[in-house]
C-alpha cells in the first residue's frame, strides 16, 4: 500500500492526514512491560475503536528503545509514567515520542483502511510511504530537519498492532520525507481555504468585503503560529520565508497549562498528578468535579502568557520586519484559546502600525499546519505529473 501523509507533530495534539483522511491523537505514549489484558474480542468493535485504543509493539532504528507501548488516547487515560514531550527543552528533532506518534498513527489508520475495504484482518502489511512533517522555528536548521528526516528515511520500522487479542504487523518504509518549518505550511492552506476562512477579517475590515483568498498572494506576512510548547514568528515575503526572520519562543498553552497544574495542585494540597492532556480534559468537562477550579486558574495562567505573546509580536515586527508587513496572520491551537486575551490588543497594534491583522476563525486554525502539509503534498512535493 502507498500512502502520501502530512504530518503535524504537536507537543499537545499529533494532526495527520494519512491519504485524504485526518486523524488526531494526544501526544503522549507509555511504555509496557507486560501485555494488557483483553476486554473486547469483536473485530469490528476492536478497528472501530483501533486509534483511540492503540496498543503497539514498535521495533525501529530510529528509536531509542523499541518496545511495548500505549499511544494516543490509551496511554492518557492514567497519569502514572506516561511520557510526553517537554516543552521546555525542546528538540522534537531527537525526541522518541514523534517517532512513535507517527509510527502507531500510520499503522493504525491502515489498518482501519485495509479492514474496511477488505472486511478481514490483515496479518500483515507492507507500506511505502511520503511524508511531509515540520519542526518549530525556534529549532530549525537545515541540519535537524535532515536529521528527523534521516530518521524515517533509514530501513524498515516494524509496528505490531494489537487489534483485540489479535496480531496485525506493518512494516512501514518511507521512500521520501520532507521537513519544513511549522508555520510555513500554513500559508498554502489559507491559500487553498474555503472563502469562510475570511469571516472573522471581514467582519473587522469592512474595506475587504470582497476580498478572496487568492488576494494573499504576493503579500508580506508575519505568521504568528500559536501552539502548545511555541509560538512561531514566521516573517513571509510573498510565499517565501526570510529565514534570518523566523524565529520561535517558548510561549503557548502548554506553558500556561502547567502554570494552571501548578496553582491547582497547590490549590489541592499536593493532592493532584496530572500531566498537561489530562489537565485539558478536566477543564473541557463541566461535569469535573475540578472544572471550575480548573477554568479559574487556566484564565489567569493564560492572561499572563498572551501578554508575552503581544511582546513577542511587537519585538518581532520592530526588529525582524523593517515595517515591510501588510498582514498579521494568527493561527494555531493556542490562538483559540487565548483569543479573548490577543485580539483586541494585537488589532490595535496592527491599526498604529499600518497593517491588518488577519485572525484565523476557530474552525480552520488548529489545522492549518495539517492541512497546508496536505496542500504542500498535492501542489508541490509529490505532485502527480502526467
Known amino acids: 500500500m502507498k500512502l502520501i501523509v502530512g504530518n503535524d507533530i504537536g507537543n499537545s495534539v499529533t494532526k495527520m492526514y494519512v491519504g485524504e483522511k485526518l486523524i488526531k491523537q494526544p501526544s503522549v505514549v507509555k511504555r509496557l512491560f507486560v501485555k494488557p489484558d483483553v476486554a473486547e474480542t469483536d473485530v469490528k468493535t476492536n478497528v472501530a475503536n483501533l486509534l483511540d485504543e492503540m496498543i503497539v509493539n514498535v521495533t525501529s532504528d530510529a528509536l531509542k528503545r523499541n518496545g511495548l507501548y500505549f499511544v494516543g488516547a490509551r496511554a492518557n487515560i492514567t497519569a502514572d509514567k506516561v511520557e510526553n514531550m517537554n516543552i521546555k527543552l525542546g528538540g ?8 512513535l506518534m507517527t509510527l502507531s498513527m500510520i499503522a493504525a489508520q491502515s489498518i482501519k483502511t485495509n479492514f474496511g475495504a477488505n472486511g478481514k484482518l490483515p496479518e500483515e502489511m507492507s507500506l511505502t510511504v511520503g511524508m511531509t512533517s515540520a519542526i518549530p522555528a525556534s529549532e530549525y536548521s537545515q541540519e535537524k530537519a535532515r536529521t528527523l528526516e534521516g530518521r524515517f528515511t533509514s530501513g524498515t520500522h516494524v509496528v505490531i498492532v494489537h487489534v483485540g487479542d489479535q496480531l496485525v504487523t506493518v512494516k512501514i518504509k518511507f521512500n521520501q520525507v520532507k521537513v519544513t518549518q511549522e508555520g510555513v505550511p500554513a500559508l498554502y492552506s489559507l491559500l487553498e481555504a474555503p472563502i469562510q476562512i475570511l469571516e472573522l477579517f471581514k467582519k ?82 463541566p461535569t469535573h468535579n475540578l472544572h471550575a477550579d480548573a477554568v479559574r486558574f487556566m484564565e489567569e495562567a493564560r492572561y499572563n502568557e498572551a501578554q508575552k505573546i503581544v511582546e513577542d509580536v511587537k519585538e518581532k515586527y520592530m526588529t525582524q520586519t523593517a515595517g515591510n508587513v501588510d498582514y498579521i496572520m494568527v493561527y494555531g491551537g493556542g490562538s483559540i484559546q487565548f483569543y479573548d486575551e490577543l485580539f483586541e490588543e494585537l488589532l490595535e497594534f496592527a491599526d498604529e502600525v499600518r497593517c491588518k491583522l488577519l485572525y484565523i476563525p476557530a474552525k480552520f486554525a488548529v489545522n492549518m499546519n495539517a492541512t497546508g502539509m496536505k496542500v504542500l503534498n498535492e501542489k508541490v512535493i509529490f505532485r502527480k505529473t502526467s
Open 92 to 99: 522534537k528533532h531527537k525526541h522518541d515520542i514523534p517517532i
Open 204 to 285: 473587522t475590515y469592512k474595506e475587504v468585503a470582497s476580498f478572496t483568498v487568492k488576494d494573499f498572494i504576493g503579500k508580506n506576512i508575519l505568521h504568528v503560529d500559536i501552539g502548545d510548547g511555541t509560538t512561531e514568528y514566521i516573517y513571509m515575503k510573498a510565499m517565501n520565508p526570510i529565514n534570518d526572520a523566523c524565529t520561535g519562543e517558548r510561549r503557548g498553552v502548554g506553558h500556561a497549562t502547567e502554570e494552571a497544574i501548578k496553582m491547582l495542585k497547590e490549590h489541592l494540597n499536593g493532592h493532584l498528578n496530572v500531566n498537561r492532556q489530562q489537565f485539558m480534559e478536566i477543564f473541557k468537562d
